[in-house]
T-cell receptor, first 115, second 113 residues
Framework: AQSVAQPEDQVNVAEGNPLTVKCTYS??????LFWYVQYPNRGLQFLLK????DNLVKGSYGFEAEFNKSQTSFHLKKPSALVSDSALYFC?????????????WGAGTKLIIKP | DTGVSQNPRHKITKRGQNVTFRCDPI?????LYWYRQTLGQGPEFLTY????????KSRLLSDRFSAERPKGSFSTLEIQRTEQGDSAMYLC???????????FGPGTRLTVL
């Protein structure tokens, strides 16, 4: 079965420190990979995507993600965390083997940045 | 605002009643998706339209659920004979034929009493 795993329910980071939110996936073929962020009482916002090319992709709000094909991972990173980064982060995958465009989602990781 | 909009934002209903939600996608987007999200979980795919054609339906979408996109623009999601287990956030997203990222609306929170 195709799946996306976010192994940490919650990540705590001090403001100014680097952060990493982990994501691994199990899908057939070479999928498209996405990160979204969800703030309280707001919709999901697109952060970044990996389609092909450079394994390090840059996105909104200073976030970046590194694609590792051998480890089937797509970890989200930021060099210096801000308190305003505190939110729920979702990793999503679109398997290319299917004709539809649905995304398979991880369960989410709550990121807490402490001042 | 040219983003995805959803109405209503909140709906409280009694078990057994029918409810209908509306989604207005970004105007130039051909693809429209419905998802359901419960607390502490990622979104679960429900169904997908390309223009007016419903191309994919999840097994989660029981026969009490129906979705339409009659003119290839806005879409409606109807739940008949609601059950308490239907309580969730219903999310709509849209995307263009060219780009792969989906843009989400704020969601409709359904509470079935």
């Amino acid at each position: 079965a195709q799946s996306v795993a976010q192994p940490e329910d919650q990540v705590n980071v001090a403001e100014g420190n680097p952060l990493t939110v982990k994501c691994t996936y199990s899908v057939s073929g070479n999928p498209y990979l996405f990160w979204y962020v969800q703030y309280p009482n707001r919709g999901l916002q697109f952060l970044l995507k990996y389609i092909t090319g450079d394994n390090l992709v840059k996105g909104s709000y200073g976030f970046e993600a590194e694609f590792n094909k051998s480890q089937t991972s797509f970890h989200l990173k930021k060099p210096s965390a801000l308190v305003s980064d505190s939110a729920l982060y979702f990793c999503a995958v679109r398997p290319l083997i299917t004709r539809n465009y649905q995304l398979i989602w991880g369960a989410g990781t709550k990121l807490i940045i402490k001042p | 605002d040219t983003g995805v909009s959803q109405n209503p934002r909140h709906k409280i209903t009694k078990r057994g009643q029918n409810v209908t939600f509306r989604c207005d996608p970004i105007s130039e987007h051909n693809r429209l998706y419905w998802y359901r999200q419960t607390l502490g979980q990622g979104p679960e795919f429900l169904t997908y339209f390309q223009n007016e054609a419903q191309l994919e339906k999840s097994r989660l979408l029981s026969d009490r659920f129906s979705a339409e996109r009659p003119k290839g623009s806005f879409s409606t999601l109807e739940i008949q004979r609601t059950e308490q287990g239907d309580s969730a956030m219903y999310l709509c997203a849209s995307s263009s034929l060219r780009d792969n990222e989906q843009f989400f609306g704020p969601g409709t929170r359904l509470t079935v009493l």
